[in-house]
């Protein structure tokens, strides 16, 4: 889908195939093509792997070389961590290894001098907290009950494993 504030800019969507499509925009200075791709899965047939990185290859090949390119999507690639290719795949990767999916993106981005980012959500860093209960904040009496009886089991479990360490 192409968001209504980007609409105006758009020049042209092509749709190439079923793992393929080509949205061109219009920008300040240069135009943008973004080629959205779905590449097969690493367990997928080796022919069809071969045919994808060729399509995409004569797409990558047949854009104006005054634009700017943009290669996006989901290439069902583990990029590693591999030394030989950090100019390529920088530092940050979530796998050591590269798969043989990975290899061919990066064999692809190496023969277009592209740089490979890739992106993924970081976790939010939650600052520890300590809850205060108090009998006030307790919606009834049992429930405060169960907090106290639960606090002493985790205290009389601490002293019991102190003895246990003081006296070895």
Known sequence: MISDAI???VISFTPVSDRLCILKLEGRFWDIVIINCYAPTE?????????????LERIYDTQPRNCI????????AQIGREPLYRPIIGRESLHLISNNNGM???NFATSKDLVLSMNWKK?????????KFS?????????????QINLTGILNRESVLQNDIDET
């Open 7 to 9: 609409l105006p800019w």
């Open 43 to 55: 367990q997928g047939n080796n022919d069809i792997k071969c045919e994808f990185y060729e399509e």
């Open 69 to 76: 390119k943009i290669l996006m999507g989901d290439f069902n």
């Open 104 to 106: 061919r993106v990066i």
């Open 123 to 131: 976790k939010k860093q939650h600052k520890p907290r300590t809850k």
């Open 135 to 147: 009998a006030e904040k307790a919606k009834n009496p049992a429930e405060f009950e169960a907090y």
